[in-house]
């Protein structure tokens, strides 16, 4: 097989830039998205490695050694677990990416799709990827534009049960709110803190419920943790109905201190 370096480059550039993303996403982490631009254009040189012909351990000590550059270029070095960490998620989205691409190929009988040297490969030309990226990125964008449709700003009201007590809030629905669990996959409502404090402890109004753990956040006014936990149940008065959700229930010590709403619901897990 001809590979094309050119071809090569600008698919590992798009490959790394999205695994670094997913990277990001996973770990609810922020990041500069100039950073984040130039550790892709570094994957993309980086795959020239892929014609390089050398033994199994010094192709995989050098891969290793690549991934640590872009990783750091891309989100700094915050520490040694969480650099292996993003290190590790950046390396498996691009082994899961060339192990579709090898599936694609046995099943298909297409010589679209191929890896080599533990990169992905499109045997395209390179204005076929440019076209084809522009009309795919041109979908995804109506279509999100269709999915997150603008809120109406009306409140709604939230119901959240826990340990035997009770409290109502006005939440504010907000597509922006993508908060999760990293662990569950599930959405994080953010509150005020003053204002669950009707099912704090008795004793201490700083002491969360049980089941309380840690989620890292990014945002445009910065990054940071705040603590969540699961209620026994939370209901909303939405339209005219009630219905039960599943969320977790997030808050910080300066979460919504400016807002005239007790909390923000992403209406998507009202639906």
């Keep these: 097989m ?9 698919v590992n550039i798009y490959i ?3 695994t670094l993303k997913a990277t990001a996403k996973l770990l609810h982490i922020g990041y500069n998205p100039k950073r984040l631009i130039l550790a892709s254009v570094l994957g993309g040189i980086f795959s020239l490695t892929a014609v390089l012909r050398a033994g199994f351990i010094p192709l995989i000590l050098l891969r290793a ?3 640590f550059i872009i ?4 989100f700094g070095f915050p520490d040694i ?6 290190m590790l998620i950046n390396i498996g989205g691009s082994t899961v ?4 691409s090898i599936m694609l190929r046995e099943y298909t009988g297409s010589t679209v799709f191929n890896a080599t040297g533990g990169y992905p490969y499109l045997n395209i030309s390179v204005m076929t990827l440019i076209i084809a990226t522009t009309l795919t990125y041109t979908a995804l964008t109506i279509f999100r534009r269709i999915c997150d449709k603008p809120t109406t700003g009306e409140l709604i009201e939230l119901t959240i049960k826990k340990d ?4 109502k809030l006005s939440a504010f629905p907000d597509s922006g709110n993508n908060l ?7 959405p994080v409502i953010v509150c005020r803190k003053e204002k669950l404090d009707g099912i704090f402890t008795a004793e201490n109004t700083e002491m969360l419920p049980s089941g309380t753990r840690i989620i890292p956040f990014s945002s445009v006014g910065g990054n940071g943790f705040i603590t969540a936990f699961r209620a026994d149940a939370v209901t909303a008065q939405y339209k005219g109905t009630e219905k039960n959700i599943n969320a977790l229930i997030g808050t910080g010590n300066n979460a919504l201190e400016n807002e005239s709403f007790d909390a923000i619901i992403n209406p998507k897990i009202l639906i």
């Design 65 to 67: 050694l690549l991934t």
């Design 16 to 18: 790394t830039y999205f």
């Design 164 to 167: 035997g007590k009770t409290v």
């Design 71 to 74: 990783t750091v270029t891309a």
């Design 2 to 10: 001809v590979i094309y370096l050119d071809v090569l480059i600008i």
């Design 180 to 186: 999760k669990d990293f662990l569950t996959g599930c």
């Design 97 to 100: 990416i060339c192990g579709i």
């Design 81 to 86: 677990g969480g650099l292996f960490l993003r």
